[in-house]
């Protein structure tokens, strides 16, 4: 079956998707404000991610986990930091340096600018709406961030950091033959701890 067709795994994961958004939505402001605080301490002290030229991250939207404590902390480590941008062929990253200014994209999404030259990152801060202990996730439906996995991981390995609540977390992820295991998994209680097949 080719990637994201409609399939019972694709109605299954929209129902995990709306119930694990509710509960992030239903969180208090400064509980998340906190947690992403906390997130990005703990995802600065795993070492590969040190290792990293490029640092692939995102801008939050809604009531995301905010992904700005942890870019600032990388940039005070000397890393350079890199946002996607959603085009027809996929998510292309561009260098964000502090102070730039983004411009709106799709999806409510804040982007760089066009004119920045694209970026492979080698590590990636990924979004997500679920996530199991198996390290599978649950995206927004579109394939993105899957898409953007397998194109960067044909430059070589590609380290993935999921960043998430713990309210986001489910049982288990219906995982479909696209859908890859992320690397690590980080919430506002630390490390999760992953298990692998």
Sequence with gaps: MAPHTTSPHRSRKAE????????RDALDPEARAAGSVAVAETVMTIPALAEAAIVGAFW??????????LIERLFARGQRVALPKVTPDGLVFREWKAGEALVPGG???SEPRDDLPPLDPTALIVP????????????????????????LSGNGPVL???VAFSVQEIEHVPAE?????????I???????????
């Design 16 to 23: 995990l998707r709306k119930a694990a958004l509710a509960r």
């Design 60 to 69: 939050p939207i809604r009531s995301e986990i905010d992904p700005r404590p």
């Design 107 to 109: 999806f409510g999404l």
């Design 128 to 151: 997500l709406a679920a996530f199991d202990r198996r390290g599978q996730r649950i995206g927004y439906g579109a394939g993105y961030y899957d898409k953007a996995i397998a194109r």
């Design 160 to 162: 993935t950091i999921g």
């Design 177 to 185: 033959a696209h859908d890859r295991p992320l690397d690590h998994m």
């Design 187 to 197: 919430t506002e209680t630390g490390p999760v701890p992953l298990q692998r097949d």
